[in-house]
């Protein structure tokens, strides 16, 4: 299994709602990321995980909260999110250890969620 | 600190024209480079890696990119380009220190002119 699976593919919630986006890789990766995706620009990276631990936080809003409940899941969790948070949401995976030329990590994607907030 | 720079935001070519995007990094020390593709509402594909074995790179879909160090350049290029390549292109630099820290490029928009 080589896939990054996301779900959901498509999320709308209002600014009140609490919701979750839910990251699932089975290649034995043991770093996880959530990078932020706005049209016509780069990925943002929000948070990494290493071996299950919080090790990047990029100064993200605490609306958002991360959580690696084991090292083949990665949430983020959403509340009180604003319109302007409306974006697509990828997550990554990678070996996350020295491995072959060293640090030479290779970011695998899933296919995104697509957060729209009213 | 590591960047990537992606010199021009948007390339048109025509089907079957040689494909070259741009991309220069700046590091204190020589990174990983690697190139992906976005293709519309979707995630980013790998389409090549450099780590430091061979200067020249050879990936999928029929691209390469050379490594130059005297330049700190990572260019990718295509002989030929078919229809199919048009997409978003993003060329990524990380540590060989810190390897969990990607950074990203602006992109490329390629267009393929039939």
């Known amino acids: 299994d080589t896939e990054v699976t996301q779900t959901p593919k498509h999320l709308v919630m209002g600014m009140t709602n609490k919701k979750s986006l839910k990251c699932e890789q089975h290649?034995?990766?043991?770093?996880m990321y959530w990078y932020k995706q706005k049209a016509k620009k780069p990925p943002e990276l929000m948070f990494v995980?290493?071996?299950?631990?919080?090790?990047i936080n990029e100064s993200v809003p605490s609306r958002f909260s991360p959580e690696c409940p084991n090292s083949s899941l990665l949430n983020l969790h959403l509340h009180a999110l604003q319109p302007e948070d409306s974006a697509l949401y990828l997550c990554?995976?990678?070996?996350?250890?020295?491995?072959?030329?060293?640090?030479?990590?290779?970011?695998?994607f899933g296919a995104g969620s697509r957060l729209t907030v009213l | 600190a590591q960047s990537v720079t992606q010199l021009g935001s948007h390339v048109s070519v025509s089907e079957g024209a040689l494909v070259l995007l741009r991309c220069n990094y700046s590091s204190s020390v020589p990174p990983y480079l690697f190139w992906y593709v976005q293709y519309p509402n979707q995630g980013l594909q790998l389409l090549l890696k450099y780590t430091s074995a061979a200067t020249l790179v050879k990936g999928i879909n029929g691209f390469e990119a050379e490594f130059k160090k005297s330049e700190t350049s990572f260019h990718l290029t295509k002989p030929s380009a078919h229809m199919s390549d048009a997409a978003e292109y993003f060329c990524a630099v990380s540590s060989r220190v810190t390897g969990n820290q990607f950074y990203f490029g602006t992109g490329t928009s390629l267009t393929v002119i039939p």
């Open positions: 995980y290493s071996y299950e631990k919080l090790s």
């Open positions: 990554a995976s990678s070996q996350g250890a020295p491995a072959g030329d060293l640090w030479a990590n290779v970011l695998t």
């Open positions: 290649m034995g990766h043991r770093a």
